[in-house]
């Protein structure tokens, strides 16, 4: 009996060693150093080499069944067509982790050949001495596209280079299109109250009290970091950072000295404090905002208790298809319109430092030049105009938010959504869809036809961002095309002194929840700024204008 | 003892996976402590990241945030702890004096379920109940009075935090109070009503006598508990606008530490409340064993 228990555990151990094993058998790709291809970045390698990579994965990537990361038609097309197998050491399903789960794979010493880093990440990584000068394989092994990405941006790439050499690739942005914030307003409710001009705050007052006296509740929608109310500044003057981004928590302006300071410090903040407190007292402002995060903000918008939020330009696919579904109405959806400012005025679009992460490369990656074909590939397929691609092809690539699959190797046009917004809109309103010559464009005009003609919620996203004259982008390439932009005065990262402060943002929020609360009066706000400077603003402004003030 | 061990070798083999795992994960974890005294850079590691002496405890000394949220957790704690053993007593003693056995159960569950429900489910309920147009506020309107602003206004939030804690969390203690007075000797009770001795009297010159060892020895052990005021109860319930109340050791941590990234602060302040609490542990066990003869070790 004994002896056939010992031999069943033993035959039980080996069963559950034998997928692992299997796993390992699935690399195929080789990790010894091969020589580079002759030819341009399309050339494959003849012999498979393997790359290893991290990724955070958003919460909406969805793959066919039986595909996952490792499997899916990116990874099959870079095996196919470059001889490169990339394989994940770990994915961080959601995008929630991944800064943690970097920082405990980088503490352990092994790094996987290509990942993203934030700024503060890519400074430790360098100082480390753990990455590879690209300057040659940027030049040697890139496409042509990505860096003349150069000629868009020519700044953003100075932020990953150290001393001269390139140890970083910014993986870029859509483009400033995607920047300008707008105030997204119920589109039925707003028909209903007979489509009034918007032009000054008393008009958004006005129409905010209607709705609130028609449909109960209360009238604009913001949460308890104040990332959504932040953005509303411009309706004032002020251009203020988003609290909830630890790496743009503040948006820096030049002052008539010439030195630079946080939007919070610029007179004009004290207006937007009082219009905030009034709107709170006048219920306006939920009185229960300050207990509100993202998630309850949004139950709220969806559940019709308020029918205004400041938003981005993707605030239809976080809230317009769930409105839709739970007001059981085509028309209940919100459309973005330009801030309202005092006097009627033209309101600015606020234009920050876009970049937030670089594509590294460990400086023990065997074969460096077989990331830069990654890159190269990924991009070409999203945003290169000479990129022809089979129905099949193109439902792989982006179907399901697979546009973002490539994770580490992903990298961005940073003209993409100016040049998208145009030929969508065109291809809209004439119906002719021949110069849809990217992916990219072909998804976002496949999914405004989707909600325009059958009224598929999940194509409210793009028709609400590009789909129409007064979209998000519409409204952004006005003030793009006009020049009605507000600038940072800090194009990059924040300086390595930030590192040496302990929230800052907390001094901030607290007091200017507690004015808007009524707690305290406005006149208090000297008392906060004060407290922030004494906390380490004053260390942040320093360091500020030492590093960015010749900028 | 060798021949001791050979007896007991399978119940030390029960401990060992309990052993390990406490090891791998609160022992070995002990040596990222120097974190606390570096420039931390995950890219140089523990061995070559820079060290800083104490610089990190300098820094957050010298933040008015940090001091208030030690004072906050102690607030917090105590107030925890008072109530809750007033509570669970007060309940036990009620539940004693109930004589039917299918009732008294009834209530022992009733009280006792809340403690089994995690903060992040607990949160959702309590932000609904408790706000300005939930069902409290409902009714203190509908008896003529201001709807109160339990979760967002300063002063109101920490004895939110305390008030809904007792209420979770006292059946517990009501399960532990109500065991000792079913233990207490019958012929103590037969003494009294020889005596003369109502239930009143009963009570307050048999029952909560009896009760004082075990109440002390609870109280006791709590204290070596105070600096952990409840992070993932406040975690969901506070907002910035309760920082100046409401911010704990453990909160403050988290968004400094994990939040923010700094890793190094965020380590000095774990472990200056490691230093405390481990301080207080000792205290109070010490004090368990003086006053109510308990011993650990």
């Given amino acids: ?551 | 003892m060798i021949k001791r061990l050979r007896y007991e070798w399978p119940y030390h083999a029960l401990l060992l996976p309990g052993v390990i795992l406490t090891f791998i994960f609160s022992y070995l974890p002990i040596y990222g402590i120097i974190m606390a005294f570096q420039d931390y850079n995950p890219g140089l590691g523990f061995i070559g990241s820079p060290w800083v002496g104490l610089d990190n405890f300098k820094l957050i000394f010298s933040t008015p945030q940090f001091l208030r949220s030690i004072y906050n957790t102690f607030y917090i704690s105590l107030f925890k702890i008072v109530l809750q053993t007033l509570a669970s007593v007060s309940f036990a003693l009620m539940l004693n004096e109930i004589r039917l056995t299918s009732a008294k159960r009834i209530y022992q569950t009733i009280v006792y379920i809340p403690n089994f429900i995690s903060w992040v489910i607990m949160a959702g309920i309590l932000l609904n109940l408790l706000a300005t147009d939930g069902m409290i506020n409902a009714l203190i309107k509908a008896m003529g009075g201001r709807p109160i602003q339990f979760i967002s206004n300063r002063s109101i939030f920490p004895w939110t935090i305390i008030i809904t804690d007792v209420w979770k969390t006292f059946g517990f203690g009501t399960v532990v109070y109500l065991a000792s007075i079913t233990s207490i000797d019958p012929e103590l009770y037969e003494a009294a009503v020889i005596d003369g001795a109502g239930r009143w009297k009963q009570t307050r010159y048999v029952t909560i006598p009896m009760l004082y060892p075990i109440i002390i020895l609870m109280v006791v052990l709590s204290l070596g508990n105070v600096l952990n005021a409840g992070f993932d109860q406040v975690f969901n319930l506070y907002s910035p606008a309760v920082f100046p109340t409401g911010d704990i050791i453990d909160t403050f941590v988290y968004r400094l530490g994990l939040q923010n990234g700094k890793y190094a602060i965020g380590t000095a302040v774990g472990l200056f409340k490691s230093v405390i609490s481990c301080t207080l542990i000792s205290l109070s066990l010490y004090i368990a064993y003086r006053f109510a003869n308990y011993r650990v070790f």
């Fill in chain 1, 1 to 551: 009996m004994k002896k056939l228990l010992r031999t069943l555990l033993a035959m039980l151990l080996v069963l559950s060693i034998m997928p692992l094993t299997a796993a390992f058998a699935q690399t195929i790709g080789t990790r010894e150093a091969q020589p580079i291809p002759e030819g341009d970045w399309k050339t494959p390698y003849p012999t498979v080499v393997n790359i290893t990579t991290v990724k955070g994965a958003g919460a909406d990537l969805v793959f066919e069944d039986g595909d996952s990361h490792t499997n899916n038609p990116w990874t099959r097309a870079w095996l196919d067509q470059l001889g490169i197998e990339v394989t994940h050491e770990w994915v961080d399903d959601g995008n929630t982790q991944y800064d943690t789960k970097l920082n405990m794979t980088i503490a352990t010493g092994n790094l996987p050949d290509v990942f993203k880093v934030n700024y503060v990440q890519f400074r430790q990584l360098v100082q480390a001495d753990l990455l590879l000068d690209l300057t040659d394989y940027y030049n040697e092994n890139l496409s042509q596209r990505i860096r003349d990405y150069e000629k868009t941006d020519p700044d953003t790439i100075k932020q990953s280079t150290v001393n001269g050499r390139i140890y970083g690739i910014p993986e870029y942005y859509y483009g400033i299109i995607d920047q300008p914030k707008d105030l997204w307003i119920r589109k039925d409710w707003y028909e209903d109250a007979g489509s009034p001009e918007l032009k000054t705050i008393e008009d958004f007052e006005n129409l905010a009290k209607l709705f609130m006296e028609k449909y109960g509740g209360y009238g604009l929608a913001i949460e308890n970091k104040l990332e959504n109310l932040f953005m509303t500044g411009p309706m004032f003057g002020v251009y203020l950072g988003n609290p909830a981004n630890a790496n743009a928590q503040y948006f820096w302006y030049k002052d008539d000295t010439g030195r630079i300071k946080a939007g919070i410090a610029h007179p004009e903040f004290k207006k937007a404090l009082t219009y905030w407190a009034k709107w709170y007292e006048e219920g306006i402002i939920s009185p229960d905002f300050a207990n509100f995060d993202v998630n309850k903000m949004t139950q709220d918008l969806v559940n019709g208790k308020a029918g205004m939020q400041p938003h981005y330009q993707w605030q239809g696919w976080h809230v317009g298809p769930n409105l839709v579904g739970a007001q059981g109405s085509d028309n209940a959806y919100m459309i973005p319109f330009p801030f309202p400012t005092e006097d009627g005025s033209q309101v600015l679009g606020q234009i920050g430092f876009p970049n937030n992460r670089v594509i590294v490369v460990a400086k023990t990656c065997t074969n460096p030049a077989a990331v830069m074909k990654l890159l190269s590939f990924t991009d070409h397929i999203m945003f290169d105009p000479t990129t022809k691609l089979t129905e099949e092809e193109f439902k792989g690539y982006t179907d399901g938010q697979r546009e973002h699959a490539p994770g580490s190797v992903e990298i961005i046009d940073p003209m993409a959504d100016m040049i998208q917004f145009e030929h969508v809109l065109h291809a809209l309103k004439t119906g002719e869809t021949q110069d849809l010559f990217t992916a990219g464009m072909q998804k976002k005009y496949g999914d405004s036809i989707s909600w325009i003609q059958d009224k598929n919620p999940g194509g409210l996203g793009a028709y609400l961002q590009q789909g129409f004259d007064g979209c998000a982008y519409y409204n952004s390439k006005f003030l793009i095309d006009n020049d009605f932009l507000k600038r940072t005065d800090v194009w990059g990262p924040p300086p390595e002194e930030f590192d040496k402060t302990v929230n800052t943002i907390d001094v901030l929020l607290n007091g200017v929840m507690e004015i808007i609360m009524g707690v305290q009066p406005v006149e208090y706000y000297d008392t906060v700024l004060a407290n922030w400077y004494a906390q380490g603003g004053q260390i942040m402004e320093d360091a500020i204008n030492a590093q960015y003030g010749g900028q």
